[in-house]
């Protein structure tokens, strides 16, 4: 009973051929130039350290952490606050690595790795400071 009434209802309400706006004018602002425009400064992404290590630290991070979350999952579900407070210190560690092993310096450029085409003499590039080591400032120079 209730069906056929529905179906009926439907029917009719399909064959008024009623034209929908293709906007609603009560809803839908106008698209008025504004003068309160706000640019924003868009950011590229960083790349990654052009090592083996550095390739390698990175595919296996997220894997670490999911397997991580994963393990801890049922003393997460029984004891939230406890677990998350226990797995700070490693998430902490694990994502310091990252950071280390991975990403450059604040304001270094990474140049990209160009492969050298068969038969072309290699082009000696040069020498600067890599790394952690080359970065950091000596602690005996500030020493009386």
Known sequence: MISRHLRKV?????????TMPLFDPVTMASPSPSKN???TKTSLPVELLPTDLAR????AHPA???SAYYLRFPALVADPVSTLLNSLLPLAILQIAYAVICLP???STIKPVKKAKPGSKKIPEPSSAKGLVGSTVPINMYQD
């Open 10 to 18: 439907f029917l009719d309400a399909t064959d008024l051929n009623i």
């Open 37 to 39: 425009t706000v640019t």
């Open 56 to 59: 390698i630290v990175s595919q």
């Open 64 to 66: 670490l952490l999911l």
């Open 105 to 107: 310096a604040v304001g």
